[in-house]
């Protein structure tokens, strides 16, 4: 294999942020779509404030204050659903293409890691929910050394743990600036661009694009 260690982010790449909207989507109410995408946007905001101000609260955190937010301006929508639909983060749906494909790069003698702004707690029990906690060698969490992602620190908990070159090491990842992150550590880097996204990050551009994680399979 071109590559021996293939890294995965895990929220948007691996598991679907939306669905626990979509569970309780009667619940929630017809604003619900919108919700979810606020919640998504100000949960990731956050993480980029705090490390710019050389600050840090857990990504549980951050989730919560995202989703109390998203609230106060989807004032239409439930609030009462509000448990529900954290309770439902910690058991994401994953997408379609996800076992397999993480079931084939462990055959071919891949090592497999993780590498989120969630916590410990939060990605062991997506992954095991999911079912694809034992095939993956490693979970790594910002958690450990308190700073968010795009910061090249986070990027190096993987080069440094491994003992290798950026350049050995596959990213995946299913947002854009994640990507570009990776690409200005050293990774190949690979977008997994779900939802047909245009290009960005011009200077920071991906080796490959990809509308779901099956085409690692033959990119190698």
């Known amino acids: ?100 494909v993480i079931k084939q790069l462990k055959m071919r003698g891949a090592k497999l890691v993780m590498l989120s702004n969630g916590t410990h707690q939060m990605l062991h029990a997506a992954a095991r929910s999911a079912g694809i906690e034992d095939e993956f060698d490693d979970i790594l969490s910002v958690d450990d050394i308190k700073v968010y992602k795009p910061d090249p620190r986070v990027y190096d908990m993987v080069a440094t743990r491994y003992r290798v070159f950026p350049e050995a090491v596959s990213f995946q990842s299913s947002n854009r600036w994640d990507a570009a992150g990776a690409t200005a550590f050293g990774f190949r880097s690979v977008w997994i661009n779900r939802t047909e996204l245009p290009e960005e990050y011009n200077d920071f551009r991906p080796a490959a694009v990809l509308p779901s994680l099956e085409g690692l399979l033959t990119l190698g």
């Open 1 to 100: 294999m071109a590559h021996s260690i293939y890294v995965f982010d895990a929220y948007g790449t691996l598991f679907d942020v939306h669905a626990a909207v979509r569970r309780h989507a009667d619940e929630v109410g017809p604003e619900g779509q919108l919700l979810s995408a606020l919640w998504r946007a100000k949960q990731l905001e956050y993480s980029w404030m705090l490390t710019m101000m050389g600050r840090y609260r857990d990504f549980w955190s951050l989730t919560e204050e995202a989703l109390d937010y998203a609230f106060a301006r989807v004032p239409q929508a439930n609030r009462a659903s509000r448990q529900h639909l954290l309770d439902s983060y910690w058991t994401c749906d994953v997408y379609p293409d996800v076992p397999e």
